[in-house]
């Protein structure tokens, strides 16, 4: 039987993009829940300025409990080598560091033209070589608005193989494919994941992270699984929305695409049923922010690992 | 560059799961703009007792109207002989037959066991053969919970190929796939496409009808697109719901689907923009409906097919 890994980052690109804030102690049982329900990695927040995203203030109180459950990686976005000091001394496992393809979305976005990012990815290369070998994160610098922006439209190939190529250059451990803008459709996946993969190698490039804006989310990811991709990002419930968007959903449903894999036979070590009841945390701490995902709303197919086979003679 | 043929299924499977009536007139404005969209396939309506579904029953003057249609091919579902006599009076060019696989819902649904279906599809078939031969329909039988039963679970394969074969045997044109319940997977769906296939002959086999019950509706399509099949019944906003499940999703959004192959460069013949307008005469008929789709809500990307590349400096 084959496997996937699901990588929850609610709790970072769901809540930055949510209104209200969520309580640090419902936070931490949020991600806590997640990882009984079998979700073994986790972007648990962000270092950005407070000012800029309030939602993610208590990002260091929240890495400090996520390291202490046991078999989680720890992941955490950063933007810049302040915030890559922060995750590492509070030991996150895994670091992401974001680069628009778009350099008009890279200068909105966190202020840095591309040689400013591959500035900050090489300063973050050698911190990581100055940290005791135990503590070294992951690095992974991860290809924004990968599959066009809505700034600049497509975005060309040959920038989005420089970013890879000057990303690994600059010593990430590997590049992510991030469909921020809900862009991306089953070919142009397929496409762009063979073309990185043609310049970085495979094996660095293994995850995306795909929005479902337009609805594709699900059949992006099968694409993407087809062409052997094995790390999903995806947000409970779509946790975020979309703030240019108003009424579109934002990252891949968690709980549909865990349905789907699950379905197919493939792996994903989450118990569908407890991932679904997480839920509950999420509407008390953010009652204004919808939720989305089809397979909560339906609930189960009969038969489907330990669901009755037949229903009840009175349905 | 290939293409898919999408069937409009709305005005049937979407307005019959209604809980309110669209007025004829409304419904013809619809069809009307669906065709003037480029949709080139509709499912009209179905001839069935106006007391089970009285929805439908302006079926025969629908029918009417929509063959003077230029280029149409006007589609009727019809769950018996009798509703067969008045298709092809009416002039429908395709006639489609739902045959649940499962049998107790085929007892449920249209009050039949499977060999009386297949007396139904013989008698259908004789109809068609005393019919001039201009006035003839394309005769489909449909195997409806092909992906699992609501009420009895997993339908094993062998019934499956068993009702395809002799749904062929008693003259059928062709058979279609149906996800009615919404528990197919890509990889289930792709194991019975072919499986049916090898059974009666890959051209008998062209077409889907998958429902989004639990959002993989498009994954789903993705999957039948990629084993060869050429023919994907939508609805228009999802339009219907799912009766046994509140809130939950039913038909594969056309919209949604339009615009997935439309990226993926597989040509749909259909104007999105005017497709997406249609909604307007739905939710006018019908303020009650929730209508689905998320390309409709976020907008189309900057750089498709006519939209500004590049969004205004003030964006």
């Known amino acids: ?23 640090t102690a419902e936070k931490k049982r949020w991600i806590a829940a997640l990882a009984e329900a ?16 309030p939602q993610m203030a208590d990002t260091g109180e929240i890495l400090d409990f996520a390291v202490t459950i046991p078999g989680l990686t720890v992941a955490v976005l950063v933007p810049n080598l302040k915030g890559a000091e922060r995750a590492i001394a509070g030991g996150a496992h895994k670091i992401t560091l974001p680069m628009s393809v778009s350099e008009t979305h890279s200068l909105r976005n966190i ?10 990815a090489t300063a973050i290369t050698e911190l990581i070589g100055q940290t005791p070998e135990g503590k070294r994160p ?17 975005v060309p190939d040959a920038v989005i193989l420089r970013c890879a190529e000057r990303l690994m250059a600059a010593g990430c451990d590997e590049v992510g494919l991030s469909d921020t803008t809900g862009y991306g459709d089953p070919a142009s996946v397929k496409r762009l994941i063979r073309a990185v993969r043609a310049v970085v190698g495979a094996e660095n490039l293994t995850g995306v992270h795909l929005h479902n804006t ?5 059949a992006n990811a099968l694409a993407a699984y087809e062409e052997g991709i ?5 947000s409970l419930g779509g946790l975020g929305g979309c ?41 008390t701490a953010l009652p204004e922010e919808e939720l989305y995902g089809f397979t909560p709303r339906a609930g189960l197919p009969l038969g489907y690992k330990g669901e009755p086979v037949r229903a009840a003679a009175a349905h």
Chains 1, 2 share one sequence.
């Open 38 to 53: 079998g979700v073994t990695e986790i972007e648990i927040g962000s270092f950005v300025s407070p000012k800029l995203l």
């Open 243 to 283: 703030p240019t968007a108003p009424g579109a959903s934002g990252n891949v449903v968690t709980e549909d695409m865990v349905f789907m894999f699950e379905a197919m036979g493939i792996s994903t070590g989450i118990d569908l049923r407890k991932l679904m009841a997480t839920r509950e945390i999420v509407t």
């Open 214 to 218: 337009r609805g594709l989310g699900l």
């Open 230 to 234: 094995t790390t999903f990002d995806g």
């Open 1 to 23: 039987m084959s496997s996937v890994l699901i990588s929850e980052v609610g709790p970072r690109d769901g809540l930055q993009n949510c209104k209200a804030i969520m309580p």
């Open 111 to 120: 202020r840095r033209t591309h040689d400013q990012v591959i500035e900050e």
């Open 138 to 154: 992951h690095f992974e610098g991860s290809l924004s608005t990968a599959f066009g922006c809505t700034l600049e439209g497509p």
